[in-house]
């Protein structure tokens, strides 16, 4: 049986606004969209768990958000990135998945804190682009 070719890297990152931060949240290797969509899902309800409630908001609609779920799969399934944004005064949270090799998907994700206690230098291709767009939702 051969390896896949292709799998799906999902990741949750945290940037803050005043120091220019960014904290990685979690990622996960998926064998399908699908897959990569479902964590996601579960990670921004472990994350909206832990703001208050005005702040968890977003992620909560976003994760019952059927029509932006189904949006999400088209684009895994056609191999393109999706990305997901929420942003409150201090903090942008991005969630995103894109289609990868599967063979750079299996490196080790980094899990140590960095010098300030989690601080993570490497950004997604993804997270790049995220950051820089302008329409960020709220």
Do not use: K, N
Request: charge should be neutral; charged fraction near 25%; aromatic fraction near 8%.
């Amino acid at each position: 049986m051969s390896l896949p070719e292709l799998t799906y890297r999902a990741d949750c990152v945290a940037y803050t606004l005043h120091d220019r931060r960014l904290f990685w949240l979690g990622g996960h290797a998926a064998d399908s969209p699908w897959t990569a969509l479902t964590w996601l899902a579960e990670r921004a309800e472990h994350i909206a768990d832990q703001l208050d409630s005005y702040a968890a908001r977003p992620l909560r609609a976003w994760r019952a958000d059927g029509r932006e779920q189904q949006r999400a799969l088209a684009r895994l399934g056609r191999e393109v990135a999706y990305s997901f944004l929420v942003r409150d005064e201090l903090v942008i949270y991005i969630l995103s998945a894109a289609p990868v090799p599967a063979h750079a998907a299996r490196r080790e994700s980094v899990t140590a804190a960095g010098p300030r206690g989690g601080l993570v230098g490497e950004v997604s291709l993804v997270e790049r682009q995220a950051l820089s767009e302008p329409h960020q939702r709220a």
